[in-house]
C-alpha cells in the first residue's frame, strides 16, 4: 500500500494538470531540462573517464535514461528529484564509463550538489524568477528562461571541475594556454546570458521581442556546449599530438644509438682486417726490452669497442644491430628467441622506421613473454605477393589475451599514460607503404602474433 501513494499522487497530479490544460507545456519542459543536463552530464565525462563505448551512444544512453526523470519530475518533490537525478548519474557513468565504484558515486554526488548550486545562485541573483516561473502551479515562459540560466551556470562550474579531474595525463604549458583561452567564451556569454535573462524578466518587453530574447538565450546556451566540446576535441589532439612528438623523440635517440652501436661494428670489422698488421707490430716489439709497452699495446686492443661479439642475422646493418641487442636481452631474460630475416626484404626502409616498427614490437613481446612458464620470441620477414611487398610477423608467447571485447590492445602495464603509441608509430609506418597492420591471440597455443605488411615502393 505504501508503494501506491507516490503513483496515485502522480495519477492525481497529471489528472489536474490536464484539466488546466498544462500537461504538454510541463512534458515539454522536462524534456528540454533533462536533454540539457544530459548533455552537460556527457561533456563532464568525456573529459573525466575513458569511455566504453562509441561517444555518441553514450549520449543516446545518457539522454534515455534522463528521460526516465520525467515523471518523478511531475510529483515537483525537491528530495524526491534530487535523490532520483543522484541515481541516474550514478547510472551514467558506470553504464558508459570506466570507473571505480567510489569515483562513479563522489562524481555523481558532485554533480547532484552542483546543479542544485546553480539553480540556487540563479534564484539568488534574479529573486523573482521562480514567482514568474511557477506561479499558479503552472509552467510559465519565465520557466525556461530559469533553465537557461541555470543551466549555464552549471555547465561552466562543472567543465572547471573537470580541469581538476582530468584523464588528461600530459603536461604542457602550451596546451594548458590555448585551451584555457577557450574557457573565455562560455564565461563571457554566461555573463551575457544572465543580463539578457534579468531584462526579460524585469523589462516590459512585447511578445515578440521575449520571444528573441528566448531564441538569444537558447542559442548563448547552444555556444557554450559547442565550445567545450570544441575545446575536449581540441585538448585531445593536442595531447596525442604531444605524445607522439615524444615517441618520436624517443625513436630519435634509439636510432642515434644504434648508428653509435653500428660504428662500433664497423670498427671490428676494421680491427679483423687490420689484425696482420697488429701482430707485426707486436713482433717488432718483441725484442725483450719493449715488454711495457707490448702489454699495453694488447690490452687497448682487447678493451676496444670493436672485439664486442655480434651476430649477423641479416645483411641491413641497423636491422641487424636492433635484432642483436633484442636476443641478448632475451637471453638474458632466459626468453628462447628465433629469428629469420630473408634476402631482398625491407632493403627501403629508412633506420627511423626500422626503429619504430622492431623497437616498439619486440618490447611489447618481452613485456608479454616475461610472465609465460615457456617464454618465446620469433620473429620472421619474407617476401610475399610475387617478391612486391615484405611480411614482418613477430609471435610470442602470452598467458591471456590482450584483446578486450571491443577487439582493442588493452595494456597491462602500470604507467597507462603512453599505452597504444608504439601500435600506433607502427601503423603510421604501414599506412606510409600501403601496407595494413594486424594482431591476433590465439588461446590455443597461448600466443600472440603481430603481421605487418609492406608495399614495395
Known sequence: MIFLIPI?????????????????????YYLFVYLIEAIILWLYCNRIFTSRKNTFLSLLITIGMFSLLIPVAILTNAALNAFCSFIVYL??????????????????????????LSEGLIAAAIPDITIYAFRDGNIHSSAFTFVILSKSVYLCISQLVTRIFSKDTVNNASIRKSTLMLYLIPVISSIITVSLGYICLNGKLSGSDSVIVFICLVLLLSINILTFYLQQDISQKNVEYARLQIELQKETDTEHYYNYVQEVNEKQHILIHDIKNHLNTISQLNDGKHIDEITGYINNILGSDALRKSKRYCKIDILNVIISRYAEQCSNSDISFEADIRANTLEYLPAQDFTSIFCNLLDNAIDASLSCDEPYIDCNVSLIRGGNADLISIANSCKSSPLGHDGKLHSRKQDTGFHGYGLKSVKRIADKYNGLLNYVYSEEKHEFRVVVMLEHP
Open 8 to 28: 496515485r499522487h502522480f495519477l492525481q497530479h497529471c489528472a489536474s494538470l490536464l484539466i488546466r490544460g498544462g500537461f504538454m507545456n510541463l512534458i515539454l
Open 91 to 116: 547510472c551514467c557513468i558506470v553504464l558508459n564509463y570506466d570507473s571505480k565504484p567510489v569515483w562513479a558515486l563522489f562524481h555523481a554526488l558532485a554533480l547532484t550538489i552542483l546543479m542544485a
